[in-house]
């Protein structure tokens, strides 16, 4: 074996032969260790960016379902806002036809709705028409049979209504309709209509109310057999929506209306005096 001294020098004189590690790496492996090196920096995929597009992806179901969950709870506005059935300043009033004459073309009063500003019902009667009933309507009236059978008189009905509307403002679609139903007038200063306010024609044409209703309420009426209630409570939450401009076009009207008659009345006393 040799003294410790040259064991030393043997194991040295191994260590200076060999190569370093570093020297002996394979070329195309030192190649492209350097190329992963210098564009570690840029993935293809970042982490970082697809983390951000899952959040923002989860973040974009989220609103979306919230949005869908706020339209489900969105209120409808026929539904009254209060329990007060008083007889209030404005009234809304809505009736449904049955056919009489010997064709039925003829239309008599088969039912009639009144409700008051906040939409609770002040009235709801079926009509015994003072005709023989050929077509009742049903499809479109909801009216049957049955409904008149025991329904209340028309003049009973005619006197209800007539006291309940006086004084008050008179709301409803194409009124004119159901006053002449009901064989009543009304003061036109007191008529709101929803058929006849300029804002809610389209080419200065009346709509329907079903229309105006899914329009501007968003609420769908009149699907099949219509329902003077919700009818009458339609056109009076349409009315409240454009209360303010609407009477003030009112007043400007009956001011002009004033201004005219007054411009007649001196012309005719200037052309007296002459």
């Not at 995929?45 to 989860?58: A, F, M, V, W």
């Not at 009458?232 to 349409?238: D, E, F, G």
């Amino acid at each position: 074996m040799g003294t410790p001294s040259e064991h030393r020098r043997a194991v040295a004189g191994m260590s200076t032969g060999m190569k370093s590690p570093r020297k002996c790496l394979n070329p195309n492996w030192v190649q492209l260790h350097q190329k992963l090196k210098s564009n570690g920096s840029v993935s293809k995929y970042p982490r970082h960016d697809t983390e951000k597009e899952i959040n923002r992806s989860i973040l974009g179901k989220r609103k979306s379902r919230l949005e869908e969950d706020s339209e489900a709870v969105k209120p409808n506005p026929l539904i009254p806002t209060c329990s007060d059935s008083s007889c209030t300043d404005i009234v809304a009033m809505d009736c449904e036809m049955v056919g009489v004459s010997s064709l039925g073309n003829k239309s008599a009063l088969g039912r009639v709705a009144l409700v008051n500003k906040f939409g609770n019902v002040l009235l709801d009667e079926y009509v015994r028409p003072l005709e023989y009933v050929v077509d009742f309507r049903t499809g479109v009236s909801g009216i049957r049979p049955g409904d008149l059978r025991k329904a209340m008189k028309f003049s009973h009905v005619q006197k209800k209504v007539s006291e309940m509307i006086k004084s008050r403002v008179l709301v409803g679609h194409a009124l004119h309709n159901d006053l002449k139903a009901l064989m009543l007038t009304h003061p036109k200063k007191d008529i709101r209509d929803t058929s006849g306010y300029p804002p809610l024609l389209r080419n200065g044409r009346s709509r329907s109310l079903k229309n105006l209703a899914a329009e501007f309420l968003g609420v769908d009426i009149q699907i099949g057999e219509h329902c003077p209630i919700q009818d009458a409570r339609a056109a009076m939450v349409l009315y409240l929506k454009n209360r303010k401009q609407w009477e003030k076009s009112v007043k400007d009207m009956a001011r002009l209306k004033d201004k005219q008659k007054k411009r007649k009345r001196k012309n005719k006393s200037t052309a007296t005096e002459r």
